[in-house]
């Protein structure tokens, strides 16, 4: 898919649950309203945080689109992918398992694929920052 990037992880003894804390607090600093899919452990699965932002880029993407990052795995074993999906209604009251079977992340267009590129490898800069 154009713009979707996974970032995979080994050996990092990774708290996932903090990860997706710190993911969240970071794009709401930058800006953007953030919703998760709801803790659901031992979800072979994983969590689903997606972010939209106004302003300018309302006019550059489609309203119902989002930043979605799947982060899927284990402490020691996991990953992260990123790309524009579907602002999913009530995410938070939907299971990752339902999820996957949708339409988690979209082909986007010319205009869109610039800002995700963009806005995914300052997010993926951060990931790993964050994971060490």
Aim: aromatic fraction near 6%; glycine fraction near 8%; avoid cysteine.
């Amino acid at each position: 898919m154009i713009g979707e990037k996974i970032q995979h992880f080994q050996d990092k003894h990774t708290d996932l649950a903090r990860l997706q804390g710190q993911i969240e607090d970071y794009l709401k600093s930058d800006g953007f309203k953030t919703q998760a899919s709801p803790p659901s452990p031992p979800s072979p699965h994983g969590t689903v945080i997606q972010a939209k932002k106004g302003g300018f880029l309302s006019a550059v993407i489609d309203a119902d689109r989002a930043l979605t990052i799947l982060i899927d795995g284990e402490p020691d074993n996991f990953t992260v992918r990123t790309g524009v999906g579907k602002w999913l209604e009530h995410l938070a009251v939907a299971a990752v398992e339902t999820l996957l079977l949708s339409e988690l992340f979209l082909v986007v267009d010319v205009a869109e694929t610039a800002w995700n590129v963009e806005i995914e490898n300052k997010l993926a800069k951060k990931v790993a920052e964050l994971v060490g």
